[in-house]
T-cell receptor
Framework: GAVVSQHPSRVICKSGTSVKIECRSLDFQATTMFWYRQFPKQSLMLMATSNEGSKATYEQGVEKDKFLINHASLTLSTLTVTSAHPEDSSFYIC?????????????FGSGTRLTVV | RKEVEQDPGPFNVPEGATVAFNCTYSNSASQSFFWYRQDCRKEPKLLMSVYSSGNEDGRFTAQLNRASQYISLLIRDSKLSDSATYLCVVSPASGGSYIPTFGRGTSLIVHP
């Protein structure tokens, strides 16, 4: 089945620093990847849609200058949280769907738990 | 009305019970439907796709009712390990670039 690798799985950083999260599709090419954020006991919230070779599409209310997305290849998308603050602490998850996947559905990375102190 | 709606629960059931979740969606053009399972502090994992003819995987049965725009998940003979949040996911098409819409999830607690 389709596999998406995400790392780091956990990161603790100081307020004001930047954190980069990587998401790789291991056995398929992903022209589109999705980035989500999930706060405790809440549902997944789509932040942006990452498109290979073009600019990401951000959801309303998500600051594109704060959450930088780069999708430079068909197997890698990165999310950089710039000048992180404690309110950015959350669970960040990427997702992609293999083309022609049929019943495979959307595959998720294992998530990155970000804590900003 | 939200695009995808689920009863958040929690559904608290004893081991061995049968439990059913429903999920309604508003976009009649939706083409792909899934149930995901999410354990606490983990990423969602695909439980099963939902087909028009309905499909079964062991103790789990999923069904789609296009006319009424809902999908269902039935879990028979519940196990303690079934305790999790079950997410309904709907997509407008089968391609990988179409944004899926997630329900808020239904929490299931199976107790001894």
């Amino acid at each position: 089945g389709a596999v998406v690798s995400q790392h780091p799985s956990r990161v603790i950083c100081k307020s004001g620093t930047s954190v980069k999260i990587e998401c790789r599709s291991l056995d398929f090419q992903a022209t589109t990847m999705f980035w989500y954020r999930q706060f405790p006991k809440q549902s997944l919230m789509l932040m942006a849609t990452s498109n290979e070779g073009s600019k990401a599409t951000y959801e309303q209310g998500v600051e594109k200058d704060k959450f930088l997305i780069n999708h430079a290849s068909l197997t890698l998308s990165t999310l950089t949280v710039t000048s992180a603050h404690p309110e950015d602490s959350s669970f960040y998850i990427c997702s992609a769907r293999a083309q022609g996947a049929g019943g495979y559905g959307y595959t998720f990375g294992s998530g990155t738990r970000l804590t900003v102190v | 009305r939200k695009e995808v709606e689920q009863d958040p629960g929690p559904f608290n059931v004893p081991e061995g019970a049968t439990v059913a979740f429903n999920c309604t969606y508003s976009n009649s053009a939706s083409q792909s439907f899934f149930w995901y399972r999410q354990d606490c502090r983990k990423e969602p994992k695909l439980l099963m796709s939902v087909y028009s003819s309905g499909n079964e995987d062991g103790r789990f049965t999923a069904q789609l009712n296009r006319a009424s725009q809902y999908i269902s998940l039935l879990i028979r003979d519940s196990k303690l390990s079934d305790s999790a949040t079950y997410l309904c996911v709907v997509s407008p098409a089968s391609g990988g670039s179409y944004i899926p819409t997630f329900g808020r999830g239904t929490s299931l607690i199976v107790h001894p």
